[in-house]
């Protein structure tokens, strides 16, 4: 009687998930958390907005501020603080600003879901909902295939996530050459600092071809710069020859005014025809248009010139802001990457210590864990409820375990 009583209750159990009863409660809202990228934008000026990074300290750096710790507080409280933080130093009297997340960092659930991976975050987003993303949970004996497939695939994103690491160091210091007026990278400044075993006969690789690229863009600026030098030197000669066409012409223009002043007296006395004296005037007159046009030619070149040697300063200006650009994208995106090598890490970490404790034939309960980064690096693991809301960037860790049946207790 008391093994059908057992069969019966192990197979309503079956079908039955009791959840871990010790969750701590999480935050009904999202959190800041270290390595969020915020907007402030204040609403009373004309300014753009600014791009904040939660630093490892778990603060923002606030124009005219500085320091602002808000990590761990919603964007409502967030909010208030920096607006408060303005009135306290004096900077504003009532600060209107707006406060929100760039970009949400997505979440991370592993463990015994049929598809672990990254899902974007959603506002206000459950451990159940996630789950639910993730394709709910594995049953049936299946969980260590379904670790052994995680952890493959980890490391596969390892790899990937180093590589362009790898790529973005080796682009960071030919940029860093390219402003130095180098014409070659120097291997030992090739910062791979953050990664245990770099591959470098990749790294070798990529700083040949990009030796290669600061070789083509040297020559074509050389090629630019020189059609440019030649242009000045003609717009140069130009204004020269003019000038001295100029010159000549006001030479032959007093010549002309001399000769009329002359026979001014003759023509009175009808010594000089007045014909002659008629067609003088006319040719001091078309002296003095040539001469005109010739003054017009010169201010054309000098116009000219300048545009010229303007574009050669700005020839090698925006080469080099956009080298100086490119050196802010590089470093924004090696954070981005150094962010997912840890996230994977962490969870190649969690699979490699995770004990198999599943057997389907017994009842089986589901535990939730959340493990989140905090300030100086450290991160906070806690129980939670399938109700409860996560945060971005949060890794959910879903394990099915065995349960303890009070039934087994009992002798038939």
Avoid: C
């Avoid at 130093?89 to 929100?100: D, M």
């Avoid at 860093?176 to 910062?191: E, F, H, K, M």
């Avoid at 080469?319 to 962490?346: H, I």
């Avoid at 599943?358 to 905090?374: H, K, V």
């Amino acid at each position: 009687m008391v093994g059908l009583l057992r069969r019966f209750l192990q197979s309503f159990a079956g079908h039955v998930v009791a959840v871990a009863l010790s969750a701590a409660p999480l935050a009904a809202s999202p959190l800041i958390a270290v390595g969020d990228e915020l907007q402030v934008d204040f609403l009373d000026d004309d300014a753009d907005p600014y791009v904040l990074e939660v630093g490892d300290d778990g603060a923002v750096q606030l124009p005219y501020v500085g320091a602002v710790a808000v990590a761990g507080s919603d964007i409502d409280a967030a909010r208030q603080l920096i607006a408060e933080t303005y009135v306290t130093r004096e900077i504003f009297l009532s600060p209107q600003l707006e406060l929100s997340f760039v970009a949400m960092r997505p979440l991370s659930v592993l463990g015994d879901v049929q598809e672990p991976g990254f899902y974007d975050f959603r506002a206000f987003v459950t451990v159940e909902q996630a789950v639910g993303l993730a394709g709910g949970i594995v049953r049936n004996g299946q969980s260590e295939e379904g670790r052994a497939m995680q952890r493959a695939t980890l490391f596969g994103e390892l790899a990937r996530i180093e590589g362009e690491m790898m790529r973005e160091a080796v682009a960071t210091a030919r940029l860093n050459t390219q402003l130095a007026d180098g014409q070659a990278i120097d291997r030992s400044a090739v910062a791979l600092g953050a990664l245990d075993a770099p591959d470098m006969r990749l790294v070798d690789t990529l700083v040949d071809q990009d030796n290669a690229i600061i070789a083509a863009e040297l020559a074509y600026f050389q090629s630019e710069n020189d059609l440019l030098v030649r242009a000045v030197s003609d717009a140069r000669m130009q204004i020269d020859l003019t000038e001295e066409q100029i010159a000549a012409q006001e030479v032959q223009i007093t010549s002309y005014d001399e000769e009329l002043d002359n026979n001014a007296d003759l023509v009175e006395r009808g010594l000089v025809p007045a014909p002659v004296r008629a067609q003088l005037l006319r040719q001091v007159a078309d002296e003095k248009t040539d001469l005109l046009r010739l003054r017009t030619n010169v201010a054309a070149a000098r116009l000219q010139l300048i545009s010229l040697e303007r574009q050669q300063l700005e020839l090698d200006y925006q080469r080099r802001q956009t080298w100086r650009l490119a050196l802010a994208d590089a470093a924004v995106r090696t954070a981005q990457l150094r962010g997912a090598r840890d996230a994977v890490l962490d969870r190649i970490d969690v699979l490699d210590n995770w004990s198999v404790r599943t057997n389907a034939e017994d009842a089986q309960m589901i535990s939730y864990l959340i493990r989140r980064r905090g300030t100086g690096g450290a991160v906070q693991t806690v129980s939670a409820l399938a109700t409860d809301a996560l945060s971005p960037g949060d890794v959910l860790i879903v394990r099915l375990e065995q349960a303890e049946t009070p039934l087994a207790q009992v002798h038939p």
